[in-house]
């Protein structure tokens, strides 16, 4: 079972000693909290304290100016506990204030300098113009425009400037457009213009404070863009340095707000009366035993009870996962599908051996699958990122078995010369791979049945272990069906009616599965009073009959997938058989296209396997998530 085993704590003491006492047996430890006052059914004069928790915010703050700083924290540097929460804010407020303004500046300079390189690639387009731009941007009587033109209106302008009082400075062109001034006389400027507008002449705004030639424009404009990109370093370095100075007193902040925001989490969730108060909570067993010989030998005037689980009412035990560094990664797909109570079977082993398992199948090659291994298990070790942690073990999964098919990039000639041994050839095995698939999901669809019933009995359901279709009920008949067709294909010589029995009893007690449940589970008025009850079993029974067929017959796809893959490997290496360069350029971009849209769809494919297949036989879902107060 990788589900730990907790103990319901109960922590008590005198209310003057409380921060005293949570200080040095709650504070810091691995616990989850619950409110008090939803667990404690004798409650008579008990009350919540006040819930004032700021303190929150304030770590929350100084963690992220810790992280501008890359400054790392040290748990043992905090602030001294006279500091109050005002001077915490105050501190962190001047700080913040601080790095606002220089982030305000930083960005008008950076604003001044994309609006100095936007004129600087203007400039760029006048470059051989050698005359002061004040001079011909500013005539009296003249018009000047700077723009571009297709070079198709272009063509048909200079047909024009001989019947037009203007004439076009050509600049620069590049592939479409032709860059350049036209002038015009201001009594003519509005003809001249719709002119140039019916070519599709677009102008550009040139600042009329510009002085000098588009050569000396651009290199003052270079010099003032060194000089704002120095100040924003100059201003970055300075932050950095007044944030390096104060990082420890940063940090020191950080350690005491939170310590106290975990100190008005246990606050929150604690109830007291005239004298006492009482912390209640969930830990691991080990660390609950180790918490109570720590208070027994302290001499200390402390109470501490620890109970089982079973005995504690109305409230859910968390469930806290503990899994080996191999199943680990993939407790996230099974908490996308929902958390484990904690009286349940952690599906996480099983949904790993299993996912493993059928993505190798669905995407054998030895290549392939080497690529999506190493690049998994790097990404997991750098960023701990637990999907490249799947990648890295379905990647090993898949190379194991491109060495059955003797598969290495879809050549499967390779493998098979070198270790002379035959291969499994999913193409040449068809009827294997999908008879092998379907068999293989009979035997996952027991287990799980098995796993439901194993589930319900921990859960002390009688119904659902005995009459439910994931039941004993279930099973039966699943189990009686499957003899059935064996002893009608393979003449065993067991009359069929035996199973055909066993079949109607299984189907007459999922049928009447609820109130059969009712009755073994002790309860009054077990029979249903609405005729409507038969009709509506009867139309679900029909879905869970489909749903055993359906569910056995979704397996074929990890077969179906891995004749697939071999196919579009049998296509890649048809449109490389030209070879020469162009053979292996095709050779690497197909594979490169089949280990991302093929990997991919595999995976989600399996995943569904798992989810509708497997976990809707026995798995609920249902769990609360262990949060610990060290983790606040």
């Known amino acids: 079972m990788s589900i730990t085993k907790m103990k319901a704590v109960t922590i008590s003491g005198q209310i003057a000693e409380f921060d005293t006492i949570v200080e040095k047996y709650v504070y810091g430890r691995d616990i989850h909290l619950e409110n008090a006052m939803s667990v404690i059914t004798n409650r008579g004069r008990l009350k919540s304290f006040e819930d004032n928790n700021e303190y929150d915010m304030i770590a929350k703050n100084a963690q992220s100016i810790i992280k501008l700083a890359n400054y790392t924290v040290k748990d043992k540097i905090i602030a001294p506990e006279t500091t109050t929460l005002q001077e915490m804010r105050d501190f962190l407020d001047d700080i913040n204030i601080h790095i606002e303004a220089e982030t305000k500046q930083d960005e008008e300079l950076s604003e001044k300098i994309e609006a100095n390189n936007t004129a600087i690639a203007q400039l760029d387009l006048m470059q051989s113009v050698e005359v002061d731009l004040s001079k011909i941007m500013n005539f009296e009587f003249i018009r000047c425009k700077f723009g571009h033109i297709p070079k198709a209106g272009y063509k048909t302008l200079v047909t024009y400037l001989d019947d037009i009082e203007t004439f076009f400075v050509k600049t620069a062109e590049d592939t479409t457009d032709v860059w350049g001034f036209y002038f015009a006389p201001l009594l003519k400027e509005r003809k001249i213009e719709e002119v140039f507008n019916s070519l599709y002449f677009e102008p550009v705004d040139i600042s009329r404070e510009y002085v000098g030639t588009p050569y000396e424009i651009k290199q003052s404009l270079e010099k003032e863009n060194r000089e704002l990109q120095e100040q924003i370093e100059e201003n970055s370095k300075k932050t950095a340095d007044m944030l390096s100075s104060i990082a420890d007193k940063i940090c020191g902040i950080y350690n005491l707000a939170r310590k106290r925001h975990q100190f008005a989490e246990v606050r929150r969730n604690a109830i007291h009366g005239d004298m006492f108060f009482y912390v209640v909570g969930w830990m691991d067993e080990k660390s609950a035993k180790a918490l109570e010989k720590e208070i027994t030998a302290s001499g200390d005037t402390v109470m501490f009870y620890m109970e089982n689980p079973e005995t504690v009412r109305n409230i859910q035990p968390p469930t806290k996962l503990k899994n080996n560094p191999v199943f680990k990664p993939f407790e996230m797909f099974v908490k996308m599908y929902g958390l484990p109570s904690y009286n349940e079977i952690d599906p996480t082993p099983i949904l790993a051996v299993t996912y493993i398992l059928f993505f190798g199948i669905m995407f054998g090659d030895v290549g392939q699958s080497l690529v999506l291994a190493i690049l998994g298990f790097i990404v997991y070790k750098v960023r701990k990122w637990d999907l490249a942690g799947i990648v890295g073990w379905v990647g090993l999964s898949g190379t194991v078995f491109g060495f059955v098919y003797g598969s290495f990039f879809g050549d499967e000639e390779i493998i098979p010369a070198l270790f002379h041994t035959p291969s499994l050839n999913p193409m040449n095995q068809i009827a294997l791979m999908l008879g092998g698939t379907i068999a293989m999901g009979v035997i996952i669809i027991i287990f799980g049945l098995v796993l439901n019933i194993i589930n319900s009995v921990k859960s002390r359901d009688k119904g659902a272990a005995l009459f439910g279709h994931n039941g004993a009920a279930g099973l039966v008949f699943y189990l009686s069906v499957l003899l059935l067709v064996g002893n ?57 009959v489909l749903s055993f067929f359906t569910n056995t017959i979704s397996f074929l796809r990890i077969g179906a997938f891995a004749i697939v893959h071999v196919g579009m490997m049998m296509v890649v290496s048809i449109l490389s058989q030209g070879g020469g360069a162009g053979g292996v350029i095709v050779q690497i971009i197909g594979n490169a296209l089949v280990m991302v849209l093929e990997g991919l769809i595999v995976g989600i494919q399996v995943l569904r396997l798992e989810y509708y297949e497997m976990f809707s036989r026995y798995f609920t879902g249902r769990g609360r998530e262990f949060t610990s107060l060290k983790d606040k």
């Open 488 to 544: 009608m294909f393979l003449s065993w010589g067991i009359p069929n009616f035996v199973f055909v029995t066993l079949i109607v009893i299984a189907l007459l007690a999922m049928y009447l599965c609820e109130p059969l449940g009712k009755l073994v589970n002790g309860k009054k008025n077990w029979l249903p009073k609405s005729g409507m009850f038969f009709v509506e079993n009867l139309f679900e029974m029909f879905e869970v």
